[in-house]
Structures are given as structure tokens and as C-alpha cells.
């Protein structure tokens, strides 16, 4: 069963640009050698982080959008966890979270489709006309 995922990960800040190239298409290769595709890829630049992570204060951000199998993520996270340039990475299922916001905007969408209704008085309070 294919889910989407979205696997964030941080390198070092000293990595050079083609070793970042070679881990991405590394990464990008052992997702297609599993049968699964690669959605987005997202560069997100160097930042600070919350926390010295083996005595680096700041990383290079970069999140890749995966669909593919619990297999599939199972390799690339060993992959991440055995790579010296990764300092930390996070993996989150997210296609339970855009079926429920897929649902919420179908709602939105047919709320505003609908006219609005008439505006009635309350019950016991009278129209009052002033002239």
C-alpha cells in the first residue's frame, strides 16, 4: 500500500553543494529501486538550530515528499542514520492528515455554494416600524 510521507533531514552546514547533489540522488534512486516516487524535493537552506546536534549550531534543511511503502522508508531511514553528513532526520506520514483536509474544504466549498437563509425574527420579539 503506497502512503505519502514527508521525510525531513538535516546535513551538516560545511557539506559541500555536490555532496548534497550525490546524497539527494542517492536517496532519489533507492526510492524508485523500491517502486515508490519521489514527489518534491525542497531545499530549504541553512539554519539555526533549536539545540547543538553534535556540536553543530546551525544545518542545511531539506524535506523530501516520498509516496511509496513502510519498506521503502525503512530503507531510507537506515540509509540517513548510516550517512556521516546527516546530523538528524524525521519521518512523518501524511496522507491521513490531507484526506482530512481534503474533507474540511469539500465542507468549506459546499457551505459557500449554499445560499444563505432568510433572516426570521425571533419567536415572541415583535417587528417593530418606526415611522
Do not use: W
Amino acid at each position: 500500500m503506497n502512503r505519502t510521507y514527508e521525510l525531513m533531514f538535516i546535513v551538516r552546514p560545511d557539506m559541500a553543494e555536490e555532496d548534497q547533489d550525490k546524497l539527494i540522488s542517492t536517496l532519489e534512486s533507492a526510492v524508485s529501486s523500491s517502486g515508490g516516487t519521489v514527489k518534491s524535493l525542497d531545499r530549504m537552506g541553512k539554519r539555526r538550530l533549536a539545540y547543538a546536534v553534535r556540536r553543530f549550531q546551525d544545518g542545511i534543511y531539506m524535506l523530501l515528499t516520498v509516496e511509496g511503502s513502510g519498506g521503502l522508508i525503512h530503507e531510507l531511514e537506515r540509509r540517513l542514520r548510516v550517512t556521516e553528513p546527516v546530523i538528524k532526520f524525521l519521518t512523518v506520514r501524511i496522507d491521513e492528515e490531507q484526506k482530512r483536509l481534503d474533507k474540511i474544504k469539500k465542507i468549506r466549498d459546499a457551505r459557500r455554494k449554499a445560499p444563505p437563509a432568510p433572516a426570521e425574527p425571533a419567536s415572541g420579539e415583535a417587528a417593530t416600524v418606526t415611522a
